[in-house]
C-alpha cells in the first residue's frame, strides 16, 4: 500500500515560484522505491490532465512537458520519500491542480495517486 500526499500549492502572482510536495508512505514504497518512477500531472477546469514532469526514483532521470521546460525542476529526496516540483516563473496558464503519482519503472500506467493541491497563477 502506498499513500501520497501533495503539499504547497497556493496562490501566487505571475512570475513568481512556488515548490510542491509529494509525501510518500507505506511499506509498499519503502521495499520497492527503486523501481518507481514519480510523475507530476495538472489539471485546469474544463481541461484534460496533462503530464508535467517526472523523475524515476533511482536514477533521478527527468523528464519535462514542453510548456514548463526550463521553468520547472523536478527533484526527490530518497531518505524522506519526498518528490518535489520546484516551478518559477509561474504563468497564469500554470494554474491548476497538480497532482503527484507512482508508477513502476517499465509500466505505463501510475497506479498511486495523491490528491492534488492548487495552484493558481494571477495576472
Known amino acids: 500500500q502506498v499513500q501520497l500526499v501533495e503539499s504547497g500549492g497556493g496562490l501566487v502572482q505571475a512570475g513568481g515560484s512556488l515548490r510542491l510536495s509529494c509525501q510518500a508512505s507505506?511499506?509498499?514504497?519503502?521495499?520497492?522505491?527503486?523501481?518507481?518512477?514519480m510523475g507530476w500531472f495538472r489539471q485546469a477546469p474544463g481541461k484534460e490532465r496533462e503530464f508535467v514532469a517526472a523523475?524515476?526514483?533511482?536514477?533521478?532521470?527527468?523528464t519535462y512537458a514542453d510548456s514548463v521546460k526550463g521553468r520547472f525542476t523536478v527533484s526527490r529526496d530518497a531518505a524522506e520519500k519526498r518528490g518535489y516540483l520546484q516551478m518559477y516563473n509561474l504563468k497564469p496558464e500554470d494554474t491548476a491542480v497538480y497532482y503527484c503519482?507512482?508508477?513502476?519503472?517499465?509500466?505505463?500506467?501510475?497506479?498511486?495517486w495523491g490528491q492534488g493541491t492548487q495552484v493558481t497563477v494571477s495576472s
Open positions: 523523475i524515476t526514483w533511482s536514477e533521478m532521470i527527468t
Open positions: 503519482a507512482l508508477k513502476r519503472r517499465g509500466s505505463t500506467d501510475y497506479v498511486h
Open positions: 507505506g511499506r509498499t514504497f519503502s521495499n520497492y522505491d527503486i523501481a518507481f518512477v
